[in-house]
T-cell receptor
Framework: AQSVAQPEDQVNVAEGNPLTVKCTYS??????LFWYVQYPNRGLQFLLK??????LVKGSYGFEAEFNKSQTSFHLKKPSALVSDSALYFC??????????????FGKGTRLSVIA | EPEVTQTPSHQVTQMGQEVILRCVPI?????FYWYRQILGQKVEFLVS????????KSEIFDDQFSVERPDGSNFTLKIRSTKLEDSAMYFC?????????????FGPGTRLTVL
């Protein structure tokens, strides 16, 4: 069974500092990995995904994530945090071992607070 | 950039009543999904839908739930007899293809409150 763990419920970072939101996953095959962001009273917005190839994936709003197969991790990073980055971040996975229209499996989310 | 839209944004209903949640997907997307998020919990899959058929459903998606695409544009989720525990944010999502690598795009959600 697929699963995603986001070990931190809350991450606090000062504006201008680098940020990291952690995600680890478990799949039977190889993963497709996704990050979504949820602003208050809004839906989930796609940030970036890892499919194959380069382990460092760049996405929207200056975010990037690094796929590490040996550590089964896909941590979200940004070199310099903005107050406007404050939101709820979700990591999600799909297993390449399955074909077809299988659902995304989400972590429980990490709330990022960027303090001015 | 095309967006997924959902109506209503907030629905309040009495226990036992039927509700219909509506979604207008991105126009060339053919694969549709419903997820829900109970307050403070993770996003959970309900059902996927393609070519007017359910592709996959979770154990949450029992006989009280149904989905359809009545007019080729809207995609609806119906809950026949709502329960208190159905209170949640319901998200519609869609993707262009049904491949595992494809991105699912989410709507803003409908907050359902069952009293």
């Amino acid at each position: 069974a697929q699963s995603v763990a986001q070990p931190e419920d809350q991450v606090n970072v000062a504006e201008g500092n680098p940020l990291t939101v952690k995600c680890t996953y478990s799949v039977s095959g190889n993963p497709y990995l996704f990050w979504y962001v949820q602003y208050p009273n809004r839906g989930l917005q796609f940030l970036l995904k890892y499919i194959t190839g380069d382990n460092l994936v760049k996405g929207s709003y200056g975010f990037e994530a690094e796929f590490n197969k040996s550590q089964t991790s896909f941590h979200l990073k940004k070199p310099s945090a903005l107050v406007s980055d404050s939101a709820l971040y979700f990591c999600a996975v799909r297993d390449q071992a399955y074909s077809g229209n299988t659902p995304l499996v989400f972590g429980k989310g990490t709330r990022l607070s960027v303090i001015a | 950039e095309p967006e997924v839209t959902q109506t209503p944004s907030h629905q309040v209903t009495q226990m036992g009543q039927e509700v219909i949640l509506r979604c207008v997907p991105i126009s060339n997307h053919l694969y549709f999904y419903w997820y829900r998020q109970i307050l403070g919990q993770k996003v959970e899959f309900l059902v996927s839908f393609y070519n007017n058929e359910i592709s996959e459903k979770s154990e949450i998606f029992d006989d009280q739930f149904s989905v359809e695409r009545p007019d080729g544009s809207n995609f609806t989720l119906k809950i026949r007899s709502t329960k208190l525990e159905d209170s949640a944010m319901y998200f519609c999502a869609n993707s262009e293809s049904g491949t595992q690598a494809d991105t699912q795009y989410f709507g803003p959600g409908t907050r359902l409150t069952v009293l």
